[in-house]
């Protein structure tokens, strides 16, 4: 394949590869190599971000010469934004370099119009990452990110007001998001000067030197700038960003610490949150540790992060308002709901009628989500000695009785709900387990004080498992 000349850097990287060079060790591989040996599990599938420009190039040949030293799979994916009229010449030599290196590429092409509103840039990020993080059979997406690249997220973070979580800017090792990034540490010249001397060619994309983006603008305009007076800033800024990393990190397991008396069944106790900081403050609209506790659920529950106007205003209201008050806020996939001084997040989904029938498996699950495990234990749950191989599991009618104790009448199901503080919204998929025609369990209530297991009998304990 023929590469367009307006496409690649005119300089020594064009060069044929340095055979020699590329055969001795360096310190650049000898650093991924200690980064491998401390993150990479043997066998590990790695799939490279591979856009065609230096650094992603330098990573793509540092990778390969790893893996004459680490057992790992490794592969490539080009997205293809075609926002350039250079676009298709450099899908052609992300192929042409794979091929010649035995690496297997992917080029998948993707549609910015859907996500115009975002702007270029953002749009551009997201369906990357959307497509990069798709792929399912890759143990870690590998990104080029570099030092000069921490730098400018951090200036860009300042610049719109980012807390801690922000500034700490971009990991090495992101295991939730099954990220890498080895490059951080390594500055843009010492990849360039990598490339150079081991004859690695690489594409430049000319909208790098267009400042209507934000980043380049900061990487053309404001840090040159700065660097005049301050000529370690790079390094510098990328040190401040692992620092608060570190404090990040520190507030994650304060909140982690915080949440243990709160947090049950994903329902946050309002009033624990309220006292966290009730000791230490007089001022009693000023929560630090109450939001550092949302933000941390939120993350646990996959949500972005509100900005901090609005993480007040869920605050006020989660804390403030009346006890009997309904609350519901939309945060992406999820919604907060608070009842009864708890504060819930749930997945909104139509409540469908269902009618199950469980013969003995392990676990059962439902349709509105969720499941029900199922487990023999002794002296708890319904008792084995009347035959519950057959259960039905259906769900609300109304009007059901039921009597989990033996010295209360039997009442309402509606009754027991409403005792029991079960969230509305709880009600309505509550899975009722019936043994022949009799209510025999019900989810945070109880057994049916007939059938429920003796201490020395073997017993069925069904467990409701929400999503």
Known sequence: ???????????????????????????????????????????????LALSGGLDSCVLLHLLVGAKQTHN?????????????????????????????????????????????????????????????????????VVTAHHQD??????????????????????AMVDAPRRLMRPLLDISRSTLQAYAV????????????????FERNFVRHEVLPVVQMHYPAIKSVLARTASHLAEANNLLDTLASLDAENLLKENSLCLQGLSALDEEALNNPWNKPRAKNVLRWWFAKNKLVMPNAEHLDEIITQLLNAKVDANLNISLQHLTLKRYQQKAYL???????????????????????????????????????????????????????????????????????????NIPPWQRDSLPLIYWHDTLAFVPNIGVAHELQAAENELGLVIDWQQL
């Open 1 to 47: 394949m023929v590469v367009s000349k307006k496409s690649l850097k005119k300089t020594a990287a064009n060069q044929p590869v340095n055979n020699k060079k590329m055969r001795e060790q360096s310190p650049l591989l000898a650093t991924l190599q200690t980064y491998l040996s401390c993150h990479l599990k043997p066998n590990a599938t790695l799939l």
């Open 72 to 140: 790992f799979n490794l592969r490539a994916l080009h997205v293809h934004h075609g926002l350039s009229a250079n676009a298709d010449a450099w899908a052609a030599f992300c192929a042409e370099q794979c091929e010649l290196l035995n690496v297997p590429l992917e080029i998948v092409h993707v549609n910015l119009n859907a996500h115009a509103k975002l702007g270029i840039e953002a749009a551009a990020r997201k369906l990357r990452y959307e497509v990069l993080f798709s792929n399912v059979s890759a143990d870690f």
């Open 149 to 170: 690249d921490q730098a400018e997220t951090l200036l860009l973070q300042l610049f719109r007001g980012a807390g801690v979580k922000g500034l700490a800017s971009m």
């Open 197 to 212: 001397e081991r004859g690695i060619a690489w594409c430049d994309d000319e909208s790098n030197s267009n400042t209507d």
């Open 346 to 420: 749930i997945q909104a989904h139509e409540a469908h009628t269902f009618d199950l029938v469980w013969s003995g498996e392990n676990f059962l699950a439902l349709p509105n989500g969720g499941k029900l495990v199922f487990t023999q234990v002794k002296g708890a749950g319904l008792a084995l000695k009347f035959g519950m191989e057959k259960l039905r599991i259906t769900n609300r009618n109304g009007g059901e009785r039921f009597k989990p104790n033996s010295l209360r009448p039997t009442r309402t199901l509606k009754h027991l709900l409403q005792e029991a």
